[in-house]
């Protein structure tokens, strides 16, 4: 195992140098992520089968006190320093937060407890109320959640709150943004059907592959970096949808009013008035650093517009009354005429990006050029809050490119490229290994990281075999990383170089795609799910033609489906179709299980999981063209 190397002294000048770009004597967040705190998260966590879930000590190395290492950007170093206050904090009376990596909020109403998002994790969510009870001896009953998006870190953690059964009794609602079936199809459909490629890509930007130091990873930028290590992951479906703004809701004899934001952070969204308690939130279209328009790890784009607009409506409706504004990440902002300054920077970080990205687009610059170009104007940028703690300011205007006008950036050689290896093996042949070999130790030397990953990705993809370019790669991708202030960029460059240097690492990555959330999925988001799975060229030359029909019981109704694959595709619509070739009758999980893994189909039917009526067999020839998904598979070579 090779291990992370130094900073060069180019980095560490480089380091050095950009503090005078950053507002280093403001220390206002030092004090305010620390105000109300009540006590502070055991150092070790573990599930109740020993899981470690989080692990404080590792980033225990990252005090107030302590000088920004030579390897890390003093930007993202000051954030990580302020993101080491964790525990519960009482924000005001009412409301509480229990602040880790993700924040469970708790609404203390007079007639019970609503939590706003519940984090990621079963058992840190669990530990989070626990934590709440002990050290306020509050023992009143949750009576309702909120999930204001569709994201999983703010849903995940639900089974650790409350009992399934009570939400599907009635007993507690789950209010949500959009309708029931939209909220699914994001929250489910992001997490699970594209949850392989997030996994893995989620690996590098947040990396959580990397060491916890200051060679690896020193914070994920909107929380510490202790946690991460184990995560169980839940879903339950909302039960409550906010459809419009101005709906309320009376919840623990406080009231609630919903602006509903979609198409913004996520595709369903809302922001939270409690007027009671003069207390806003605006979910993740406010936050302590700019957010992402395009996330790198994979979703869908979003449009910066919307998030000014949203904001500026925020502002309209509650600006002359709020007095808190907290969140669902970082820690919260207090008075009013603090938090309308917030908002209305906030607001402006997103319009600005928009705008300015468009107004190059219409002089014909491409998505890259006007990254290149543009910069925040000086006050906006001297905020805190407008640094790029999680979205970054270079992709976010190639994001906005992208939800506007496509994917193509405007110049013809682009649009219908070589493959890369194909591309890399020409340049290879043409320019020779041993002249493209040595302009990467020259660049390597000059410090022109950049040019040397680009000119040494040639030789890796020509050759991933060729170990002299794949060491010199990761020496370049190393100390581009040192140097990044956006954590996920950062996480991106130091997971290339560690997984250049010693092989794809196969522990320590997430899972979207957990059980849990599999099994909760709308049936007809199962077979969407079922279908990417599908080798369409493998079916068509096969020449698979088959109808199943599914019968999912033990929901209240039976669920009626019929599947077909035919022509490479795989169709399904509800209700049973004449002339199927086999009919399956089950449980929900136990036909899940049939579905997304048709193999294993005849051991489901002999355990009496399953019953079938007629060829079982045309399950044998969809398990023939059935994908498995690797975890693992590679990124920084072909």
């Known amino acids: 195992m090779t291990e992370p190397k130094h900073a060069t002294p180019i980095t560490t000048d480089a380091n050095r140098a950009v503090v005078s770009r950053y507002a280093m004597e403001d220390r206002a967040d030092f004090t305010d992520a620390a105000r109300g705190f009540l006590a502070g998260l055991p150092e070790k966590m573990y599930t109740k089968d020993g899981h470690l879930v989080r692990d404080g000590s590792l980033t225990a190395y990252i005090t107030d006190e302590t000088p920004c290492p030579d390897t890390v950007n003093p930007s993202l170093w000051r954030q990580s320093q302020v993101l080491q206050r964790q525990g519960l904090f009482k924000v005001v009376d009412g409301l509480y937060q229990v602040r880790v990596t993700m924040t469970v909020t708790i609404v203390d109403a007079p007639d019970g407890l609503v939590i706003i998002d519940t984090g990621d994790n079963v058992d840190l969510a669990e530990a989070s109320m626990e934590l709440f009870r002990r050290e306020t001896g509050n023992t009143k009953p949750v009576v309702a959640v909120i999930y204001t998006h569709t994201h999983f870190d703010h849903y995940g953690g639900v089974k650790g709150i409350v009992d399934e059964a009570d939400v599907a009794s009635g007993k507690i609602p789950i209010v949500a943004p959009g309708t029931v079936e939209s909220f699914n199809k994001y929250a489910i ?38 946690t991460g290590m184990y995560t169980h992951f839940s879903y339950i479906a909302p039960t409550d949808p906010v459809t419009k703004t101005g709906e309320t809701r009376t919840l623990g004899g406080w009231t609630f009013e919903f602006l509903y934001a979609p198409d913004t952070e996520a595709p369903e969204e809302m922001h939270i008035w409690i007027p009671e308690i003069k207390a806003l939130t605006c979910a993740e279209n406010a936050n302590h650093t700019m957010h992402n328009i395009q996330t790198i790890r994979g979703a869908r784009t979003r449009d910066a517009r919307n998030f000014a607009r949203y904001l500026d409506e925020t ?61 925040l104007p000086e006050e906006l940028g001297k905020k805190w809050y407008s640094r790029y703690y999680h979205g970054g300011l270079h992709h976010n205007i190639r994001a906005v490119f992208h939800k506007e006008l496509g994917f193509w950036d405007g110049d013809p050689a682009t649009i219908l490229p070589l493959l890369p290896v194909d591309h890399a093996q020409r340049h290879v042949a043409l320019i020779g290994r041993d002249k493209i070999l040595q302009e990467g130790r020259d660049a390597i030397e000059s410090g022109d990281y950049r040019w040397a990953v680009q000119i040494l990705h040639h030789l890796v993809f020509a050759d991933p075999d060729d170990t002299e370019a794949k060491e010199l790669q990761a020496d370049a991708y190393e100390q581009l990383g040192y140097q990044q202030e956006v954590p996920q960029y950062r996480g991106i460059f130091l997971c290339a170089a560690k997984e250049l240097r010693n092989g794809v690492a196969t522990e320590g990555q997430l899972n979207t795609d957990s059980l849990d959330t599999i099994l909760a999925m709308p049936v007809d988001l199962l077979f969407d799910f079922a279908a990417v799975h599908l080798d369409g060229r493998a079916a068509d030359r096969a020449g698979l033609d088959i109808r199943v029909n599914w019968t999912f019981t033990g929901t209240g109704n039976d669920q009626p489906w019929t599947m077909w694959v035919r022509g490479g595709v795989l169709n399904a619509r509800p209700g049973h179709a004449d002339g199927a070739h086999l009919t399956l009758t089950g449980a929900k999980p136990a036909l899940a299980g049939t579905l997304l893994k048709p193999a294993q189909a005849a051991h489901a039917v002999e355990a009496g999981q399953v019953r079938a009526e007629g060829d079982i067999g045309v399950l044998a020839q969809l398990a023939a063209v059935t994908d498995e998904f690797d975890p693992h598979f590679n990124m920084v070579t072909p």
């Open 315 to 375: 502002l309209v409706r509650w600006g002359e009354e709020v007095e808190v504004h907290y969140g669902p990440h970082t820690w919260p902002v207090w008075g009013n005429e603090n938090v309308v300054k917030f908002l209305e920077d906030q607001r402006d970080l997103y319009k600005f990006m928009h705008d300015q990205a468009l107004r190059l687009a219409n002089q014909g610059l491409t998505p890259l050029e006007a990254a290149e170009t543009v910069d």
């Open 189 to 226: 459909g992001e997490n699970v059907i594209t949850g392989n490629a997030m996994s893995r890509r989620m690996g590098y930007t947040f990396g959580v592959l990397l060491p916890r130091c200051d060679c690896g990873l020193v914070s994920a930028g909107l929380g510490s970096g202790d």
